[in-house]
């Protein structure tokens, strides 16, 4: 299985830009780079998916190197309802595999 | 819509007892999945669907079991508890097992505790 590595925590302010490196050097030619966020006694939600270059939605935003060997989640502005775990995952042919995620704490 | 539903929310068992996880979902999805998350780490796969009537297992099968006899349906059974398996269980369903636009969408877990 591909495995991804990401930072364990991050600490941010209120209005900030956050970005959080996933590194995925082992990635399949058919998976998808997706991302999701974790709030404390809730289940992941999806944030963002990408194949290359550079997706965009009304949450966040997504970077993918030409290599795909790593990508970066981007959050605009963050506030401190996002606090919580942030999971890179490649999705592709297989199971699904969830790495330790990075716990981002937004201060005020 | 509900999405995915999981009962009961909280359950405290003692060693040795059974019981069964139920997960349905009102979307219509061919995959289902069903994961545990120990405090402080990260998700592990028990097991997971494709569709009615097909099951594989995870990376962590052990002492569990599922079935998959409807499209909405998803039991978790667990035959002989043990304190191992105290955690939180999710289940998660999605329209297809790869590629873009599939995301998993989740249900809020089952808090079970083994003592």
């Known amino acids: 299985l591909a495995k991804t590595t990401q930072p364990i925590s991050m600490d941010s302010y209120e209005g900030q830009e956050v970005n959080i490196t996933c590194s995925h050097n082992n990635i399949a030619t058919n998976d998808y780079i997706t991302w999701y966020q974790q709030f404390p006694s809730q289940g992941p939600r999806f944030i963002i998916q990408g194949y290359k270059t550079k997706v965009t939605n009304e949450v966040a935003s997504l970077f993918i190197p030409a290599d795909r060997k790593s990508s970066t989640l981007s959050l605009p502005r963050v506030s401190l309802s996002d606090t919580a775990v942030y999971y890179c995952l490649l999705v592709g042919l297989g199971q699904l595999t969830f790495g330790s995620g990075t716990q981002l704490t937004v201060l005020p | 819509n509900a999405g995915v539903t999981q009962t009961p929310k909280f359950r405290i068992l003692k060693i040795g007892q059974s019981m069964t996880l139920q997960c349905t979902q009102d979307m219509n999805h061919n995959y289902m999945y069903w994961y545990r998350q120990d405090p402080g780490m990260g998700l592990k796969l028990i097991y997971y669907?494709?569709?009615?009537?097909?099951?594989d297992k995870g990376e962590v099968p052990n002492g569990y079991n599922v079935s998959r006899s409807t499209t909405e349906d998803f039991p978790l059974r667990l035959e002989l508890a043990a304190p191992s398996q105290t955690s939180v269980y999710f289940c998660?369903?999605?329209?297809?097992?790869?590629?873009?636009?599939?995301?998993?969408?989740f249900g809020n877990g089952t808090r079970l505790t083994v003592t």
């Open positions: 669907s494709v569709g009615a009537g097909i099951t």
């Open positions: 998660a369903s999605s329209s297809a097992g790869t590629g873009n636009n599939s995301p998993l969408h």
